[in-house]
């Protein structure tokens, strides 16, 4: 009686043990087969780029999408690094890789995206040819950016540079004809939308000017931006052969994200593949 009772006892705990297993079973398929995408972006243009472009075309592929918002360009890659999320938009190419390359990640980009250019702006004249001899220009002070600075004023036709100096490295040492005698004040790149009211001209990056309510088109001169600069969707190494990454890259190539940039998103430049 006692072995038969045992017996008895031992199956259904078996019983119960495989159900268990059956429902975590069920349970790990139902995670695996669920579609999310954790998409983090700065708070503006980039973010609005995620939430109104790719967020809606991703979820038209069945995908669950939360955008998370940053306000500093150091937390996207320590969360993305950390699998707090899944791919982000905020950054080019020449601080993705220097950002990777400090930090030890392993960082690559999935496709790049529609930018806002650097601009020259000014509240003093109302085109390049007004510009007066001697004209004070505000430029960012950091490297990167300066060099880009320096490349829309060569393409105005302001400065001239030395033919063998790196487009991405380019300073002031480099400017070999500086035609109109310009004078260069660097500043914080923050603060270049308010400098267009104190100085004569100010080179200001796409995301400040649109943060400070700038329209791209009043620029004089748009930066003719190498894709080098422009923003892109970036994900951890190892998941270049996901599923999520394949999908993210088809949506941006679409012609519906296309249509969602020349309405909502005036003035940026598209990439190369885009043209």
């Known amino acids: 009686m006692k072995k038969f009772f045992f017996s008895v006892v031992l199956l259904l705990s078996i019983g119960l043990l495989a159900a268990c297993g059956s429902d975590s079973a069920s349970s790990g398929d139902a995670k695996a087969d669920a579609k999310q995408v954790i998409f983090g ?53 020449v601080y993705m ?70 487009p991405l490295t380019v300073s002031e040492k480099d400017v070999k004809d500086n035609v ?10 923050a603060q270049l939308p308010r400098a267009v009211e104190s100085v004569d001209l100010s080179a200001v990056p796409g995301n400040f000017a649109l943060a400070a ?22 994900i951890n190494t190892k998941d270049q052969d996901a599923q999520f990454a394949k999908d993210i890259k088809e949506v941006v190539e679409s012609p519906e994200f296309e249509e969602i940039i020349d309405e909502e998103f005036k003035g940026f430049g598209k990439p190369e593949w885009m043209k």
């Open 41 to 93: 972006a700065t708070s503006g243009p980039y973010s609005d780029m995620v939430t109104k472009g790719i967020k809606p075309l991703l979820e038209k592929k069945g995908y669950e999408v939360k955008v998370v918002e940053f306000s500093d360009y150091i937390q996207p890659n320590l969360a993305l690094s950390k699998g707090d999320l899944d791919a982000n938009l905020f950054q080019h190419k």
């Open 97 to 166: 890789e220097n950002f990777a390359k400090e930090h030890k990640l392993e960082l690559s980009e999935v496709i790049v995206v529609p930018t806002a250019p650097m601009g020259i702006y000014s509240k003093k004249f109302n085109s390049l040819d007004e510009v007066a001899e001697g004209s004070a220009i505000a430029i960012p002070n950091d490297p990167t950016n300066a060099a880009r600075a320096f490349l829309i004023l060569e393409d105005a036709g302001l400065i001239k540079l030395d033919p063998n100096a790196d």
């Open 180 to 189: 109109k005698n310009l004078q260069f004040k660097p500043i914080e790149a």
């Open 213 to 234: 309510k700038m329209d791209l088109l009043d620029a004089l001169q748009l930066e003719n931006m190498p894709d080098q600069y422009r923003n892109r969707v970036v």
